[in-house]
């Protein structure tokens, strides 16, 4: 019940910000992101972050978020390319358009925020000091239309919330 209203209040806050904006492409990705990664390619930095990301030594990564990310891919019919790297050169390569996600254990907290969009949590977990941590990854500044993308594939697989 809970994720049928969030998707009902996502799907009428687009439709306000349409008919606010006079747009029929609310919300817009001015880079194009998903129209390049629909049956293109998901450009996708990793970070390692055991049991998020397992990216030392092997290759492509593997762990909860990368299956997440393959799922998403599966569905937009896109080919993966994955980018090793620490928290800071992947953000960089994000801002400078080289990627298209970021993945590693982030969490809602992460200071990456005035550098990076941030999806909703998909998910919680205990952190080491008994705090519930709220999940997240890391998409291109202002590239909404993809965000949303990922954000509602999340929410559809309970992911979200």
Not at 106 to 115: G, K, L, Q, Y
Not at 128 to 143: A, F, I, N, Q, Y
Request: hydrophobic share 45%; glycine share 10%.
């Amino acid at each position: 019940m809970m994720r049928a209203l969030r998707l009902l209040a996502v799907a009428v806050a687009v439709i306000a910000l349409t008919i606010v904006s006079g747009c029929s492409s609310v919300p817009a990705d001015p880079h194009g992101t998903l129209d390049r990664v629909r049956g293109g390619v998901l450009r996708v930095g990793a970070t390692h972050h055991p049991p998020w990301v397992e990216a030392a030594g092997i290759s492509p990564p593997g762990g909860d978020e990368v299956d997440i990310v393959t799922a998403f891919a599966n569905d937009n019919d896109a080919d993966l390319e994955w980018e090793v790297g620490s928290e800071q050169s992947l953000v960089e390569a994000l801002e400078r358009g080289d990627l298209d996600l970021v993945i590693g254990g982030f969490t809602d907290a992460t200071p990456w925020t005035e550098r990076a969009a941030t999806t909703v949590p998909y998910t919680e977990a205990t952190g080491p000091d008994g705090s519930v941590e709220k999940h997240v990854m890391l998409t291109r500044m202002g590239e909404n239309r993809f965000l949303v993308a990922l954000e509602t594939f999340l929410m559809d697989r309970g992911r979200a919330g």
